[in-house]
């Protein structure tokens, strides 16, 4: 027996059995210590005895089922492009309303398309959209929360707040929706229309979000998020858009973060090229000698010779304008035998 060795497992067995026993208070003499030797592979100055790491500081939580496909650079773009289509539609849909409503972008976020329809309420009203010349298609959902209050208001009510209803747009609520929808689509258009001519048009409107799958579950998409207000009323409206969209266009996407990176800061060679190429621009320099006020029947009546009095001193200094902009004051002269004029002075912005 005393020419048998423990195997690596009846010692770890072993080691944790003294841990156990030390966590209870029992005397060090009652357990006898074992160390594995260095053929174990350890190095020689980690004792197994001493205490564990704390794992829980090193491990990162990741999602494979929610890859961030979507740079960070094009989230910021999409961000500053959807921010002011907020903003305008806020302003087309008051002056429709005829009252103050606020259009809120809330934010942008990556997801699957699942969890992104599992979000929204049913019965709700969720447009598809048909992208030209993109093709495929985007979801414009509208809480029904928001949209009935906007409904009523576009009735002529809107006065007294009342809990929403519950239930599937009626044929005439649909018509009244497409004008809500047909106003936004409107100014998407003009924010897209720095990148791309995007002309979008509602396919269809569905009540049950969860019955449409015009995407795979697991697809990767962008949902922009407005919130809002129309008195104490407010809902979400949200934009789906898929990544396979975001990826014909994600050059001039990237080209629109209006992020200046310090790779694209002008050089001083660079600056100074810039400068001699406007060196050659030619622009029209033109002096205001006097003016005058005539009546129409003395401006009729003129004839070559006649003399037009002005109210301008000789020595009043002249206006000198450079494209139609103010920018120095000259006195009138002559110069080798031309007319001419020297700068005196400059005018400050």
């Not at 195997?7 to 074992?34: H, K």
């Not at 995007?198 to 969860?210: C, F, G, I």
């Not at 949902?223 to 266009?249: D, K, T």
């Amino acid at each position: 027996m005393g020419k048998e060795a423990l195997s690596q497992s009846e010692v770890e067995s072993l080691l944790g059995t003294r841990n156990l026993t030390e966590s209870t208070s029992v005397p060090n003499d009652s357990v006898t210590e074992l160390r594995p030797k260095a053929s174990t592979g350890r190095p020689a100055d980690s004792s197994p005895l001493g205490p564990p790491a704390p794992l829980h500081e090193q491990v990162i939580a990741c999602d494979f089922k929610r890859p961030d496909r979507v740079s960070k650079e094009q989230m910021q773009a999409l961000q500053s492009l959807h921010e002011g289509c907020g903003r305008n539609f806020g302003v087309s849909l008051s002056t429709l309303l005829r009252s103050t409503v606020d259009v809120k972008l809330t934010g942008v976020a990556q997801l699957t398309y699942s969890e992104f329809v599992f979000s929204l309420e049913n019965p709700s009203c969720f447009n598809l959209l048909h992208a030209e010349p993109m093709g495929g298609y985007l979801i414009l959902d509208i809480n029904p929360s928001i949209l009935y209050p906007i409904i009523d208001r576009l009735l002529g009510g809107g006065k007294e707040s009342r809990p929403p209803s519950r239930r599937p747009l009626t044929e005439i609520e649909l018509r009244l929706a497409r004008r809500i929808t047909d106003l936004f689509l409107k100014e998407l258009h003009g924010a897209w229309g720095k990148m791309i001519d995007l002309e979008l048009a509602v396919d269809r409107v569905e009540s049950n979000p969860q019955l449409v799958q015009v995407l795979p579950p697991s697809e990767v998409v962008v949902l922009i998020s407005f919130e809002i207000m129309l008195g104490r009323a407010r809902g979400m409206m949200n934009v789906c858009i898929p990544f396979n969209f975001l990826e014909r266009v994600s050059g001039k996407l990237t080209s629109h973060t209006g992020v200046i990176s310090e790779s694209k800061v002008f050089s001083e060679e660079s600056q100074q090229r810039v400068r001699n190429q406007l060196g050659g621009v030619a622009v029209d320099v033109v002096v205001e000698l006097a003016q005058a006020k005539i009546s129409t029947s003395d401006l009729i009546d003129l004839r070559v010779g006649d003399l037009i009095a002005t109210d301008q001193d000789s020595s009043h200094l002249l206006p000198v304008t450079v494209e139609g902009i103010h920018k120095f004051n000259a006195r009138p002269g002559s110069y080798k035998g031309h007319k001419a004029f020297e700068i005196t002075s400059s005018v400050e912005k």
